[in-house]
């Protein structure tokens, strides 16, 4: 299947500080990239879609101007977390679509932010 | 899309066949049924999918009943490795639209 990776694999920040994280797909190009939150014991929340030369479309509740969302490429998308709060700290993972007519999401191995 | 219903959890012994069940009776003619697995602090790893016919790959085979009501992943040897919360997710292909995810099935494989 198609590889998708993230960077960092988790990090540790203070309080009031930024935070960007990366995620990449290494073999195949991606218009169209989502990023997720998941808190323990929860599922997996979308917070926004994310497509290539275009602003990201955040889901309800999920402050635009919190989480920065860069989509400069076919392989690389950002999610930078700003002004960091420990109710920020989480398992960020985001996930590629690919084309085709069934267009299967991959997912990166996440990133666990840890806000002090 | 729309919504699945999967049990919150099961046991399987290691080495028997592990079948997931999944109900997705108000799925539409042009939604898809796909199965993701997360593994304890990993990011989501796909399984199969499908549209009404039998899929079968390396890791599973996904069974659609005739009026793509439910379905049923099989793994054929579950192996302590295949311990994970299971997601039975149906969506519309070709809309752009990401995955929903519920709560999916914890699936406990014990020797």
């Known amino acids: 299947g198609a590889v998708v990776s993230q960077h960092p694999s988790w990090v540790i920040c203070k309080s009031g500080t930024s935070v960007k994280i990366e995620c990449r797909s290494l073999?195949?190009?991606?218009?169209?990239m989502f990023w997720y939150r998941q808190f323990p014991k929860q599922s997996l929340m979308l917070m926004a879609t994310s497509n290539e030369g275009s602003k990201a479309t955040y889901e309800q509740g999920v402050e635009k101007d919190k989480f920065l969302i860069n989509h400069a490429s076919l392989t690389l998308s950002t999610l930078t977390v700003t002004s960091a709060h420990p109710e920020d700290s989480s398992f960020y993972i985001c996930s590629a679509k690919t084309s085709g007519v069934t267009d299967t999401q991959y997912f990166g191995p996440g990133t666990r932010l840890t806000v002090l | 899309d729309a919504k699945t219903t999967q049990p919150p959890s099961m046991d399987c012994a290691e080495g028997r066949a592990a079948n997931l069940p999944c109900n997705h009776s108000?799925?539409?003619?042009?939604?898809?049924v796909y199965w993701y697995r997360q593994i304890h602090s990993q990011g989501p790893q796909y399984i199969i999918h499908g549209l009404k016919n039998n899929e079968t790959n390396e890791m599973a085979s996904l069974i659609i009943t005739e009026d793509r009501k439910s379905s049923t992943l099989i793994l054929p040897h579950a192996t302590l490795r295949d311990t994970a919360v299971y997601y039975c997710i149906v969506r519309v292909v070709g809309a752009g639209t990401a995955l929903i995810f519920g709560k999916g099935t914890t699936l406990s494989v014990s020797s």
């Open positions: 108000t799925i539409s003619g042009n939604e898809y």
């Open positions: 073999d195949f190009q991606a218009t169209t």
